[in-house]
T-cell receptor, first 113, second 115 residues
Framework: EPEVTQTPSHQVTQMGQEVILRCVPI?????FYWYRQILGQKVEFLVS????????KSEIFDDQFSVERPDGSNFTLKIRSTKLEDSAMYFC???????????FGSGTRLTVV | AQKVTQAQTEISVVEKEDVTLDCVYE???????LFWYKQPPSGELVFLIR??????QNEISGRYSWNFQKSTSSFNFTITASQVVDSAVYFC????????????FGTGTSLTVIP
């Protein structure tokens, strides 16, 4: 079964550093997403991406965040200057069409120290 | 206001018991979609089911069943004859056609099945 692949599975970074979280969506999917889950809390929407541009973003997704699809396969989330409160599990997801349900990746656990 | 409410924070059951996880949602859209995801201790999100607002037929998949009732805005999930491997956090989620396809997740119900 096709999978969404996220790397790394765990990243530790110092406060103020830039991090790039990587995702390889399922190849025929057209919609891409990032979600965040702070430990023990619910999963929160960050951003959706379609046709090489952001289609929706939440209040969490401020100027510190950016997304990019640098080539035909990767989808990245960049956090410019990490803060302690950015520590969370970050999930990438993709879907073939809207509302068909996402396939989530296994997540990247980001720890900011 | 919460769009998806999972009032049960934690549930513990003994193996082989049946357990129902509650989900209540709120939306003004006539077209919407409801989902259940399982998050085992390893952390990934595993898709279980998708339901659209026009299909109130209940669904059964093995030991899992879902009861969708628009009249009470509920989409409850029952596990029959629970097993230890069912221990996980279960999330209910809503997506509204009118506001793009952003998912609104509930706060999750942590299920522990005791052997």
């Amino acid at each position: 079964e096709p999978e969404v692949t996220q790397t790394p599975s765990h990243q530790v970074t110092q406060m103020g550093q830039e991090v790039i979280l990587r995702c390889v969506p399922i190849s025929n999917h057209l919609y891409f997403y990032w979600y965040r889950q702070i430990l023990g809390q619910k999963v929160e929407f960050l951003v959706s991406f379609y046709n090489n541009e952001i289609s929706e973003k939440s209040e969490i997704f401020d100027d510190q965040f950016s997304v990019e699809r640098p080539d035909g396969s990767n989808f990245t989330l960049k956090i410019r200057s990490t803060k302690l409160e950015d520590s969370a599990m970050y999930f990438c997801a993709s879907s073939e069409a809207q509302i068909l349900g996402y396939t989530f990746g296994s997540g990247t656990r980001l720890t900011v120290v | 206001a919460q769009k998806v409410t999972q009032a049960q924070t934690e549930i513990s059951v003994v193996e082989k018991e049946d357990v129902t996880l509650d989900c209540v949602y709120e939306t003004r859209d006539t077209t919407y979609y409801l989902f259940w995801y399982k998050q085992p201790p390893s952390g990934e999100l595993v898709f279980l089911i998708r339901r659209n607002s026009f299909d109130e037929q209940n669904e059964i998949s093995g030991r899992y069943s879902w009861n969708f009732q628009k009249s009470t805005s509920s989409f409850n999930f029952t596990i029959t004859a629970s097993q230890v491997v069912d221990s996980a956090v279960y999330f209910c989620a809503l997506s509204e056609a009118g506001t793009g396809n952003q998912f609104y997740f509930g706060t999750g119900t942590s299920l522990t099945v005791i052997p």
